[in-house]
């Protein structure tokens, strides 16, 4: 079913809907973690962690949301997740006895210990054959990177099209815009990429 499809039979009460309809939203959300929490509060805050809490508060408050279209869904979605990483930022910065300075710093954590980079895997289309993992993860984190240096809607429509490999058409459907809009994302983003990374040789394009 199309994203419209599910949003609708999800409000309707089908469950394997909602549930399908929420892993179209995972990158996304996973991303937007990602920028708001800082690196530091990331050694103690996993995104993942923040994503599956909202999740679970989605589902609880599903009735309560009166939007029918995916763009409406998704800034649902993005308002709940910044309120939990807000509590979080509370939590472990605002309270003194889990200060961020009392904690061991990247650069002394211990060799290996990728936790901080685990949601990656966790993109749709972040994961290729054996022989190419190595450098779709290298790549993969380069490009996160420097999506973050964009406005939210220009690494959201380079997102969908260049990690999930989506058509026009259902990054249209998903964000609420244009045609002619969305075409002006990804040109504005791409230019603004090749500023920061060499796009023209990564295997996202």
Do not use: C
Not at 6 to 28: C, H, T, V
Not at 115 to 132: D, E, F, H, K
Not at 156 to 162: G, M, T
Request: no cysteine; aromatic share 6%.
């Amino acid at each position: 079913m199309s994203t419209t499809r599910l949003l609708l039979a999800s409000k309707e009460g089908d469950n394997d809907a909602f549930g399908e309809l929420l892993e179209q939203y995972r990158g996304y959300l996973l991303m937007l973690a990602h920028r708001y929490l800082s690196e530091r509060l990331r050694q103690r805050v996993d995104p993942a962690d923040i994503v599956q809490l909202t999740y679970l508060e989605a589902k609880r408050d599903l009735p309560a949301f009166r939007g029918n279209s995916p763009a409406e869904f998704a800034g649902w979605l993005r308002g709940m997740l910044k309120n939990n990483v807000a509590t979080a930022v509370t939590r472990h910065i605002s309270t003194k006895k889990r200060s961020l300075n009392r904690e061991v710093s990247v650069a002394q954590a211990p060799a290996g210990d990728a936790s901080g980079n685990l949601w990656i895997a966790q993109l749709p289309g972040s994961t290729t054959s054996p022989s190419g993992v190595a450098i779709r993860d290298e790549a993969t984190l380069a490009l996160v990177e420097a999506l973050h240096q964009l406005p939210e809607n220009q690494a959201e429509a380079i997102r969908l099209r260049y990690m999930e490999g989506l058509p026009l058409s259902e990054i249209v459907e998903r964000m609420g815009k244009s045609d002619t809009a969305v075409a002006g994302l990804l040109k504005r983003g791409l230019q603004k990429l090749r500023t920061i990374m060499d796009v023209d040789n990564s295997p996202w394009a």
